[in-house]
């Protein structure tokens, strides 16, 4: 184990803070100088970028906070947003100020020494883009230069604002508002361009990024991820070369494909990184019968940052088909490899393997398993392609493809300690079972139908097991330290939820991350003992770290939502999540408490009776899994950001057509399904609903209630 020398000195420094008043120990002047420069007040330390510096290793160099004192870390200060769902945020810090992002896009500026708000901007998104997307309406944060900070919006936009007063500086619309592209991602800054993609493979389009310039937000260039119909001319060789390796007329259901996350920029190299996301419609059968990669899906993609040209690719999952995407986090580093230093590009995508690759040539390095994977045996490293298992495509309901559609890590970030030359990867297991795909159910995604090929219903109760069993049967997120050059697990942390929560490491030596359900906590960078923990609520977004007026923050943003509140549905569910969108920020003796948890006592209303007969309610039962499952929860078990359909008042019964049919609450998030269903289908839901809200009204309500 070798320690750096600023983190010994850290160490030393928080003896001496300790024994203050007592007299330097004679016979060592040399470390007591050395202690004194050490107490003096750290200078004040942004978090500017996204992952902290452009190699978004979002390791903090601050150790004021380290092994020695967590203990003694406490809440400095916590801010409640003004929505109660899905928040997603790195928070950004710069000059005494923190940006951070919201539900809805929204951007709040506030103190981050006290956490009083200094502006709040409401970029007013269009609340029926909620069903445009898949994953809830969540922002992971803004980026910031010069004065300016630039949020995209969930309904597709780029705003600029001034930095000292949220003023609107320019507004761009980066897609079209017709399709079903939402922005979920942090824009990244590269040079005089801001460089912001989208989201919505799931649900039919191409994917692209696009530059804007910063100081006009004029539109300097856009790169398609995959090729459109060649008959309309591609955009660029790029294009053309990926073309050849799609058949049939992919075109038509929009190939997917999009950049939803990773964005990287590398000043010294020249160098844009993407991560690009899955296929549309899911399976590659459908979209590309004839077979074929499918470029440049699940790749990297490295484009030169002035003109949006491609320079190379590596594509992770050919031919992709279980929502690997490789959007997710992609960190830059030197390590040395076979004892020379190589500049290195790493990902840990949804597919289950860690990549290393020399980020100057895309050149792959190596590639190991992860996490639990049984869709491929290996990398082979004379082609750098995936080993398929001969179960890998075999969609029949029963066969379960690990990962899932949900990754073996998904959107959470990692963060790197250069010292322990160690990887901290949030690592899921979520298992699930495809369907065999058909043309009428897979093709044309529907609204409130996401194109990813399993089934909703499975996960319906009674069918899955209470949570005790989930864990035992393998639904669990755990905290992994990763050897990246020997590609190998050098600790593990404590088993909790899946998706778990992005991670930040630090010169104290720790790193920290969401344990368990509802605890941030900080843990040992070189052994993974867990040395301090404290209640948070639901956080997922990843932990930041900044120093101002001599003392060390560690501030989180939190709110429960994202697909995991949707998706996980039963999963989410009995995780019993009390919703709470909040920034909190903590110091070395830190004594600020948390407002008082909201205590819900609606009791629930006693439902009338379902009189439907069995097909109805089957058939029911079918239609919510389709349209409606992914915003109200698996067998109407919501994650707690949507209603709870079996709590609907006799009142909302009433209005059940015009609600389902006529969007009469569309300006709140529920669009109309009448492209979709007829008044029949409309009602077999709500009959449906009847049915489980008295299965539910009598498990909480085993007497009948005289005179009801
Ligand atoms: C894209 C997400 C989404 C989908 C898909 C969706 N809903 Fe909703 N639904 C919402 C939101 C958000 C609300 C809450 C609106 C509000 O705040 O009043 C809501 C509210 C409702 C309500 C009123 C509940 C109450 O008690 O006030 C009903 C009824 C309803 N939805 C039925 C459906 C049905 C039936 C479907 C499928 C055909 C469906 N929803 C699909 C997002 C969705």
Known sequence: MRYPFLLLLALLAACDREQAAAPASPGAPEIAAVIEAQVAPLPDTDWALHGNDYREQRFSPLAQINRDNVQELGLAWSFDMYTQRGVEATPLVVDGVMYVTGSWSMVYALDARNGELKWFFDPQVDRSFLAKGCCDAVNRGVAYTDGKVIVATYDGRLVALSAADGAVLWEVQTTDREQSYTITGAPRIAGDKVVIGNGGAELGVRGYVSAYDLASGAMVWRFYTVPGNPEDGFENAAMERAAKTWTGEWWQWGGGGT????????????????????????NARLRSPGGGDNLYLASIVALRPDTGEYVWHYQTTPGETWDYTATQHIMLAELEIDGKPRKVLMQAPKNGFFYVLDRQSGELISA???????????????????????????????????????GAHNWPPMAYNPDAGLVYIPVMVFPVAFLEPTEEKDSKPGQGYWNVGFDRMAGSPPKIPNLGEILDSQFLGQLVAWDPVKQEARWKGPVGRPV???????????????????????????????????????????????????????????????????EGGPVAHDWKIRNMSRVMAFKLGGKAELPPPRVDNRE?????????????????????????????GDGLRTGGVTPDLRWSSGQTHEMWQDIVLGGVLRERGMVSFSAYLTPDDAEAIRQYVLAEANRLYLETHPEPVAGN
Not at 259 to 282: C, M, T
Not at 375 to 403: C, I, Q, Y
Not at 515 to 542: C, I, M, V
């Open 259 to 282: 950049v939803w996350d990773a964005i990287v920029y590398n000043p010294e190299l020249d160098l844009l990184y993407i991560g690009v996301g899955n296929g549309s419609p899911w």
């Open 604 to 632: 629930m209303p006693r439902p009338a009776p379902a009189t439907a007969d069995a097909a109805t309610l089957e058939r029911g039962e079918s239609v919510y899994h389709r349209h409606c499952g992914y915003c109200h």
């Open 500 to 566: 778990l929560g992005g991670v930040l490491s630090t010169a104290g030596g720790l790193v920290f991350s969401v344990a368990r359900a509802d605890q941030l906590a900080a843990f040992d960078a070189y052994t993974g003992e867990e040395l301090w923990s404290s209640y948070t609520g639901n956080a997922a977004a990843a932990p930041i770290s900044y120093a101002i007026d001599g003392e060390q923050y560690i501030a989180i943003a939190q709110g429960f939502g994202g697909g995991y509140a949707a």
């Open 368 to 406: 190991e398993q992860y996490g639990q994977v049984n869709w491929a045996s290996h990398v082979d490293m004379a082609t750098g392609r995936p080993v398929e298992t001969p179960n890998a495509r075999v969609f029949d309901g029963k066969n379960v493809s690990l990962p899932s559609n949900a």
